[in-house]
T-cell receptor
């Protein structure tokens, strides 16, 4: 079975600070990895995804994530956050034997102070 | 990107009644759709996998007789909460994707059972 853990439940940053949200997964085979964002009152949106190739993935709005296979990690980063980045962020994994099923981490609530 | 819609966006019903929630893929066909439940300030929990033309697959702990899923066509899946009770109040979200391993999420349906 696949599982995902996000260690930071709540993060508070000031604008222009750098962001790194941790995501670790547990799965024995090949995985596809995703970060989703949920802005207040809105539905989930895909930030970025990793299927194969370059382990450093760039997504929308200046976000990036790095897949480190040896650490089973897929941390999300942004060099300089903005107030508009205030949202909840979910890491998700899809194992190659799981069809289209996604398993989500517990989410990280990010608040950016202006 | 692909668009997934849900209807209604918010429903209030009395305890003991049944409520049907629709999930539609607007610009692609989906043989598989997923239904999630999200409690306040918590992550998404997969309830079931909806398969077009066959029975849904339910996750452990989800009552299939209470949460009836019908995947009537390649663009429509419905979730019916039967004999709803206040503890069924939650945010229900569906997802679907035109390609393997890539899911797009509907805006969610907020169910309030009084």
């Amino acid at each position: 079975a696949q599982s995902v853990s996000q260690h930071n439940h709540h993060v508070i940053l000031s604008e222009a600070a750098s962001l790194e949200l941790g995501c670790n997964y547990s799965y024995g085979g090949t995985v596809n990895l995703f970060w989703y964002v949920q802005y207040p009152g809105q539905h989930l949106q895909l930030l970025l995804k990793y299927f194969s190739g370059d382990p450093l993935v760039k997504g929308i709005k200046g976000f990036e994530a790095e897949f480190i296979k040896s650490k089973f990690s897929f941390n999300l980063r942004k060099p300089s956050v903005q107030w508009s980045d205030t949202a909840e962020y979910f890491c998700a994994v899809n194992g190659n034997n799981a069809g289209n099923m996604l398993t989500f981490g517990g989410g990280t609530r990010l608040m950016v102070k202006p | 990107g692909a668009v997934v819609s849900q209807h209604p966006s918010w429903v209030i019903c009395k305890s003991g009644t049944s409520v049907k929630i629709e999930c539609r893929s607007l610009d692609f066909q989906a043989t598989t759709m997923f239904w999630y439940r999200q409690f306040p300030k918590q992550s998404l929990m997969l309830m079931a996998t909806s398969n077009e033309g066959s029975k849904a697959t339910y996750e452990q702990g989800v009552e299939k007789d209470k949460f009836l899923i019908n995947h009537a066509s390649l663009t429509l899946s419905t979730l019916t909460v039967t004999s709803a009770h206040p503890e069924d109040s939650s945010f229900y979200i569906c997802s679907a994707g035109p390609f393997s391993y890539e899911q797009y999420f509907g805006p969610g349906t907020r169910l309030t059972v009084t």
